[in-house]
């Protein structure tokens, strides 16, 4: 059963930083896609950031320049930086790990097989 484990998440202000990290127990896929999603209150599940096993990273529009993606495959960690932050960032954040979809590199909530159980991060004004 694969594991995964976030931390980072927090209360800052708006215009500051936050790390996540995502701590994955192990790859079982040989394509993967891994992502960050987040969920607020009400609102459904939605792809925030993805990398797939070749490197390539997507972005959601909202977060393009503020948000970088990234992954330690040394170490089965999954990284999520948030800079510039707005107070509409605030939700519960997940990680997700799944197999890359075939013929795409967007990494959707339905794509997902192994979900972390989130961290929160909340802005404030």
């Known amino acids: 059963q694969v594991q995964l484990v976030e931390s980072g998440g927090g209360s800052v202000q708006a215009g500051g930083s936050l790390r996540l990290s995502c701590t994955v127990s192990?790859?079982?896929?040989?394509?993967?896609?891994m992502g960050w999603f987040r969920q607020a209150p009400g609102k459904e599940r939605e792809g925030v950031a993805g990398?797939?096993?070749?490197?390539?990273?997507t972005y959601r529009d909202s977060v393009k320049g503020r948000f970088t993606i990234s992954v330690d495959n040394a170490k089965n960690t999954l990284f999520l930086q948030m800079n510039s932050l707005k107070l509409e960032d605030t939700a519960m954040y997940y990680c997700?790990?799944?197999?890359?979809?075939?013929?795409?590199?967007?990494?959707?909530?339905?794509?997902?097989?192994?979900w972390g159980k989130g961290t929160l991060v909340t802005i404030s004004s």
């Open positions: 192990e790859y079982t896929y040989r394509d993967y896609c």
């Open positions: 997700g790990i799944g197999p890359r979809p075939y013929g795409g590199i967007w990494c959707q909530p339905y794509g997902m097989d192994y």
């Open positions: 990398i797939i096993s070749d490197g390539t990273t």
